[in-house]
């Protein structure tokens, strides 16, 4: 089975934070895992300065995306997980989960990226966007739904949005995003996958 896990990046501030996931980790059904990690407050911080500068909406968007390299770097050293880091070892992944540890931090933009991205830099990234939906480019789209993008690309039976708040589970994922516990892309980027849930990393 693969299972694709997005961490909160409020969750980066948390001091037991391994040994949470490790719990997590204990009572949940073993899988081929991918974790992708939110932008937490480094993203708040672009939000906050929107709010008052009225920020360009689409290269705020892809702004926010570079700063997930940052984030899944700070995971990398809480956790000490194996972090995917272009295209081509993501590739290699889909094809063989089972050669990989169970459980592995996946660069976002080895994935999800603007297509020029790929001729500014050595990093390998995809020549086009693999997402299965279109997702604004706007602060309606956060790693929620982007994590929703990567399930299907890797044909995932499991997405789990792990979070740092209460999440009541008599809401409909509509409800969630209009409570604002997930974007307000995630209901329609998560229509297809098999199991979807959204908790708080006890």
Same mark, same amino acid.
């Not at 994922?173 to 297809?192: H, Q, T």
């Given at each position: 089975?693969?299972?694709?896990?997005?961490?909160?990046?409020?969750?980066?501030?948390?001091?037991?934070?391994?040994?949470?996931?490790?719990? &997590?980790?204990?009572?949940?059904?073993? =899988?081929? #895992?991918?974790?992708?990690?939110?932008?937490?407050?480094?993203?708040?911080?672009?939000?906050?300065?929107?709010?008052?500068?009225?920020?360009?909406?689409?290269?705020?968007? &892809?702004?926010?995306?570079?700063? *997930?390299?940052?984030?899944?770097?700070?995971?990398?050293?809480?956790?000490? &997980?194996?972090?995917?880091?272009?295209? #081509?070892?993501?590739?290699? &992944?889909?094809?063989?989960?089972?050669?990989?540890?169970?459980?592995?931090? %996946?660069?976002?933009?080895?994935?999800?990226?603007?297509?020029?991205?790929?001729?500014?830099?050595?990093?390998?990234?995809?020549?086009?966007?693999?997402?299965?939906?279109? *997702?604004?480019?706007?602060?309606?789209?956060?790693?929620?739904?982007?994590?929703?993008? *990567?399930?299907?690309?890797?044909?995932? #039976?499991?997405?789990?949005? %792990?979070?740092?708040?209460?999440?009541?589970?008599?809401?409909?994922? =509509?409800?969630?995003?209009?409570?604002?516990?997930?974007?307000?892309?995630?209901?329609?980027?998560?229509?297809?996958?098999?199991?979807?849930?959204?908790?708080?990393?006890?």
């Amino acid at each position: 089975m693969k299972r694709v896990i997005k961490i909160g990046g409020s969750l980066l501030k948390s001091s037991s934070l391994a040994e949470r996931l490790s719990l &997590w980790q204990e009572i949940n059904e073993t =899988a081929h #895992t991918l974790a992708i990690v939110g932008g937490g407050d480094l993203v708040n911080a672009i939000r906050e300065i929107d709010q008052i500068s009225q920020l360009d909406r689409i290269e705020t968007h &892809w702004l926010c995306v570079e700063l *997930l390299r940052k984030t899944c770097e700070i995971m990398r050293q809480r956790l000490d &997980w194996p972090v995917i880091d272009t295209a #081509t070892e993501l590739q290699n &992944w889909i094809n063989h989960p089972d050669r990989r540890p169970p459980i592995s931090l %996946l660069q976002v933009d080895t994935f999800y990226s603007r297509p020029q991205e790929s001729q500014k830099t050595n990093v390998q990234r995809p020549q086009t966007r693999l997402e299965p939906v279109s *997702l604004p480019e706007s602060w309606d789209t956060t790693t929620d739904a982007i994590a929703a993008v *990567l399930a299907k690309h890797i044909g995932a #039976t499991e997405l789990i949005l %792990l979070k740092s708040c209460e999440v009541d589970q008599r809401l409909t994922l =509509a409800e969630l995003a209009e409570a604002e516990i997930v974007d307000r892309s995630f209901p329609a980027a998560a229509v297809g996958i098999k199991s979807v849930s959204i908790e708080k990393l006890g």
